[in-house]
């Protein structure tokens, strides 16, 4: 499994933009399925964008499709999410998450390894 480490968190005003990066420790970061989850307090942790390790698929959540973009550098173990025009309603607590098979889910219990979170809020 691997360690994952999130960051780029922040405050920032609607319409702004972040860079989430997510560093991975262990050999087989660019043979794992790498996703970006987000959960606000009472919700259900939810899909954003996941990408796939051999061809590098990627797949969006409705509300992230056209303002969010998920890449990955093998050669550096990060894992990145671009993140523009951003509304309040994006304000949650951000994770990285990998998983072994390819295939991008969208079910959070189908990822092994999990960051620690990386908090974005998006004020009005």
């Known amino acids: 499994q691997l360690q994952l480490v999130d960051s780029g968190g922040g405050l920032v005003q609607a319409g702004d933009s972040l860079r989430l990066s997510c560093a991975a420790a262990?050999?087989?970061?660019?043979?794992?399925?790498m996703a970006w989850f987000r959960q606000t307090p009472g919700k259900e942790r939810e899909f954003v964008a996941g990408?796939?390790?051999?061809?590098?698929?990627?797949y969006y959540a409705d509300s992230a499709l056209g303002r969010f973009t998920i890449s990955r550098d093998n050669a550096k173990n990060t894992l990145y999410l671009q993140m523009n025009s951003l509304k309040p309603e994006d304000t949650a607590v951000y994770y990285c998450?990998?998983?072994?098979?390819?295939?991008?889910?969208?079910?959070?219990?189908?990822?092994?390894?999990w960051g620690m979170g990386t908090q974005v809020t998006v004020s009005s």
């Open positions: 998450a990998s998983r072994r098979i390819d295939y991008v889910s969208q079910r959070p219990v189908d990822y092994t390894s």
């Open positions: 990408i796939s390790w051999a061809v590098g698929d990627t």
């Open positions: 262990g050999r087989t970061f660019s043979s794992n399925t």
